[in-house]
Structure formats: structure tokens, C-alpha cells
């Protein structure tokens, strides 16, 4: 069974940058041609689609937040980081990682627990 | 303001149907691309409920449905139990935005 556990400090401050680490564990982790995502649910709203990456590094972010975000893998070590630069207090929100299910089938299987991240000085 | 539009909330008493809508655009349901659902009970990570429009996943009771038709798309849930009570988002692929987009999201009570 596939397990997902994002990680990070917990609260950020204004115009710095929100790092955050998803360790996958289980059902082959990394394997070749999987697809991650970060998807981000500010407290008592819905959820918004931060960005995806391939297992071969290619990314995909969304436009309203591509000049702030960078995803990465590290297949070596079974994880998925996200980092988001210049934040403000709109970032604050839950944090999620989730396995997408391929690159045409456009959704997400498999979601970790969630990391609630507060941007406040 | 969310690309695909849900209702905020639903009701019904246990036993009974509800659906929930989806309505999108001719950029991203309308174009052809799939839906696909979310159930997310209070406090906890969401879990996917329907793929690819109609299909469920291993484990999701057969009182969970979906479809599909144009611009717009629906689940359905009968039966309604306590554990029902969640809210739930639709979401899929908007290509005018080259984004992942999903709705609103709809809380569902149970009565």
C-alpha cells in the first residue's frame, strides 16, 4: 500500500520560502514513470492544484503560482519537495501531496495526511 | 471563484438520494476531459471517490456514482448514511488555464 508523509516547519515567515518534504513509502515508492502532485487547501477552502512532477523530473505548475514554485524528486531517497518563495499570509493552508495516476489520467489516488503551514511573523 | 461551480451544500435524511453538480465550461468538461471526485469528512486528507467520470475504486461502494453530459457533471450518492457527511469536489482539466482546476466544493449533511 502506498504511503504518503509530507514534512516541514509548520509556520513561515512573510517573504520567506515555505519548503516542505513528501516521503513515499510502499508499492515500488518513486517507480519509473509515476507522477506527484501538491495540491494546497487554505484553512475552511477548497483545494488548489500547486503543481506536478514526473519521476523523470519534468514539471507542471500551475500559472498562478509558476514564478514562485519549484518541485523536485529525489528518487534516491523516495521524495517530492516543494518549495514556494515570496510567501504572504494567502499561502497559509494544508499542504498536500498525492500520487497523480498518469500523465493522461489526470487525478490523484493517493493523497498523504496533509501539513498545515501558517505564514505569520 | 472556483472554474468548476458546486453547490455549497446538500442535505437529505439517511436512506434517501442526493446528487451534487459539477458545472464547468467548454475549456475543461465541455472539452471532453474527465471528471473525477473527492470525498473529504471533516479533519482529514481527501480520498478519491469517482475516476474518469463513472468509475469507482476498489473499496467505494456501488451507493456512489457518477456522470457526465456536456458542460456539466454529477455524483450521486443513495442510501445516505451518518458517514456520508463530508464535503466533496469535483475536479478535472481546464485548457484555456493549463491547470488542474477542481470545484468549490459541496458539504453534504445528513440529517
Known amino acids: 500500500q502506498l504511503q504518503l508523509q509530507e514534512s516541514g516547519p509548520g509556520l513561515v515567515k512573510p517573504s520567506e520560502t515555505l519548503s516542505l518534504t513528501c516521503t513515499v513509502s510502499?508499492?515500488?515508492?518513486?517507480?519509473?514513470?509515476?507522477?506527484w502532485g501538491w495540491i494546497r487547501q487554505p484553512p475552511g477552502k477548497g483545494l488548489e492544484w500547486i503543481g506536478t512532477?514526473?519521476?523523470?523530473?519534468?514539471?507542471y505548475y500551475s500559472p498562478s503560482l509558476k514564478s514562485r514554485v519549484t518541485i523536485s524528486v529525489d528518487t534516491s531517497k523516495n521524495q517530492i519537495s516543494l518549495r514556494l518563495n515570496s510567501v504572504t499570509a494567502a499561502d497559509t493552508a494544508v499542504y498536500y501531496c498525492?500520487?497523480?495516476?498518469?500523465?493522461?489520467?489526470?487525478?490523484?489516488?493517493?493523497w498523504g495526511q496533509g501539513t498545515l503551514v501558517t505564514v505569520s511573523s | 471563484q472556483s472554474v468548476l461551480t458546486q453547490p455549497p451544500s446538500v442535505s437529505g435524511a439517511p436512506g434517501q438520494r442526493v446528487t451534487i453538480s459539477c458545472t464547468g465550461s467548454s475549456s475543461n468538461i465541455g472539452a471532453g476531459y474527465d471528471v473525477h471526485w473527492y470525498q473529504q469528512p471533516p479533519g482529514t486528507a481527501p480520498t478519491l471517490l469517482i475516476y474518469g467520470n463513472d468509475n469507482r475504486p476498489s473499496g467505494v461502494p456501488d451507493r456512489f456514482s457518477g456522470s457526465k453530459s456536456g458542460t456539466s457533471a454529477s455524483l450521486a450518492l443513495t442510501g445516505l448514511q451518518a458517514d456520508d457527511e463530508a464535503d466533496y469536489y469535483c475536479q478535472s482539466y481546464d485548457s484555456s488555464l493549463s491547470t488542474v482546476v477542481f470545484g468549490g466544493g459541496t458539504k453534504l449533511t445528513v440529517l
Open positions: 510502499g508499492d515500488s515508492s518513486l517507480s519509473t514513470g509515476s507522477y
Open positions: 498525492a500520487r497523480q495516476r498518469s500523465a493522461a489520467m489526470v487525478y490523484f489516488a493517493y
Open positions: 512532477i514526473f519521476s523523470d523530473g519534468r514539471t
